[in-house]
């Protein structure tokens, strides 16, 4: 069986680090984590831990702790798809929030 976790909680005082190296390890060879919503909320030393050790499935990142994200440090991260922050850039955000660039 796959287990996935796609985290999309909003930011909130008790919520960093909420994905922690219990549930990423809890989630198996086979589980996969996707992150849409902050950087913040997974342990990423525990994260790239399991990935690098094959504890866990794979991953996909949005989103980073540090952001612009140090491409040195998962350069070399099995089983990671990164993206650039770009849920904002979907037809909807546009609608509801304007344009990001200027005219």
């Known amino acids: 069986m796959t287990r996935r976790v796609i985290d ?3 930011r909130g005082p008790r919520l960093p680090g ?14 996969y984590l996707v992150n ?3 950087g913040s909320l997974i342990n990423e030393d525990a994260l790239i831990a399991a ?4 504890h866990l499935g794979g991953a996909a990142l949005d989103v980073f702790c540090d952001e612009p994200a140090d491409a040195g440090r998962w350069k070399c991260v099995p ?3 990164s993206t650039p922050r770009i849920a ?4 909807e955000a546009i609608a509801k929030n304007g344009p990001t660039t200027p005219r």
């Open 18 to 31: 909420l994905i922690s190296s219990d549930i990423i390890n809890d989630l198996g060879p086979k589980g």
């Open 88 to 91: 904002g850039k979907t037809a």
């Open 36 to 38: 849409v919503a902050r």
């Open 79 to 81: 089983n990671v798809l």
């Open 8 to 10: 999309r909680a909003k």
């Open 51 to 54: 990935l690098e050790t094959g």
